[in-house]
């Protein structure tokens, strides 16, 4: 699959394999009447839509193409965006306010299982916290600068990790930092949040996916999303060397004509982006008519 991604970015996208996974009009047909998917969609408005009735009627559009767009299922999606994510806010009972929540920015990578790793001085109030209480929090934004977005919150039990586990999660933590030398400095270790409740949002502008929560198994069951590792490079060259192609295949599956549209991140079923109109920036999921299986597939 990453063969096929990545050439569609080196050749014209009229006839790139990335291009013959996108859903296509060319009767020009309104987009309310393709039926190519049975997942509910995520609407995420970064801004409000144009004032009057052409702006209405385009915010409509963008709704109505949004409600049919394919996507992963919730706890797929949540577990995918944890699996790829490496920052968030820890939450921990104070210790030293005693009674009062405290938060720290935190860096971490996710275990095989989907629970994140942490790796703490043993200077950190917050290591100091959960030495004497484990509860925590994680909370997880796809996009910190969009508070339309998806957020999860991920609640749980902080434990040290065993002497046997140190080796892999060292190197799954590294992996992710490969800068943090730190981690083999005495005073630090690594703990591991083990899930008890995983809980989503997905903000005052994505009304259609709503919220949620799973518990540790349905969480812990769920598979990250093969094709998601490859969002960074392959949305990297789209974004920088074929900007005009990406917004072409936006107006082409929508029939929005954007200002301008770049490529936030991809996965098995389609693609998400960000694009404007008439100065309204606003974020569009993108589907493929059919998934992504694996990095060697070829267009048909």
Excluded at 195 to 207: E, M
Aim: proline letters at 7%; one cysteine or more; a neutral charge.
């Amino acid at each position: 699959m990453v063969r096929m991604l990545m050439r569609s970015v080196v050749t014209p996208w009229q006839t790139s394999p990335l291009f013959s996974l996108l859903p296509l009009n060319p009767r020009n047909t309104p987009l309310s009447i393709l039926r190519s998917t049975p997942h509910s969609a995520r609407l995420s408005m970064a801004a409000s839509h144009s004032k009057g009735d052409d702006g209405d009627n385009m915010f409509q559009l963008i709704q109505s193409h949004q409600e049919k767009a394919s996507r992963l299922p919730p706890v797929q999606e949540i577990r995918t965006l944890v699996d790829r994510s490496v920052r968030g806010v820890l939450s921990t009972f104070s210790q030293k306010y005693e009674g009062y929540p405290s938060g720290s920015m935190v860096d971490f990578a996710c275990d095989a299982d989907g629970s994140p790793i942490l790796a703490l001085s043993s200077l950190a109030l917050h290591t100091k916290d959960l030495t004497q209480n484990p509860k925590c929090s994680l909370l997880i934004a796809r996009d910190p600068e969009d508070r339309t977005d998806l957020l999860v919150t991920l609640h749980g039990d902080a434990i040290p990790v065993s002497e046997k586990d140190h080796a892999a999660i060292r190197t799954a933590y590294l992996a992710r930092h490969p800068d943090a030398f730190w981690v083999d400095f005495g005073d630090f270790q690594f703990m591991r949040i083990e899930p008890k409740v995983v809980r989503y949002v997905s903000g005052v502008a994505t009304a259609l996916l709503g919220s949620g929560e799973f518990n540790n198994e349905e969480y812990k069951a769920a598979k990250v999303d093969p094709i998601a590792q490859f969002s960074k490079p392959v949305a990297s060259h789209m974004n920088k060397d074929h900007a005009e192609d990406t917004k072409a295949i936006v107006q082409h599956s929508t029939s929005i004509p954007v200002d301008f549209a770049f490529i936030l991140d991809l996965d098995s079923v389609g693609f998400n982006v960000k694009a404007s109109y008439q100065g309204s920036n606003f974020k569009l999921r993108i589907p493929f008519p059919r998934r992504a299986v694996d990095r060697k597939q070829e267009s048909c």
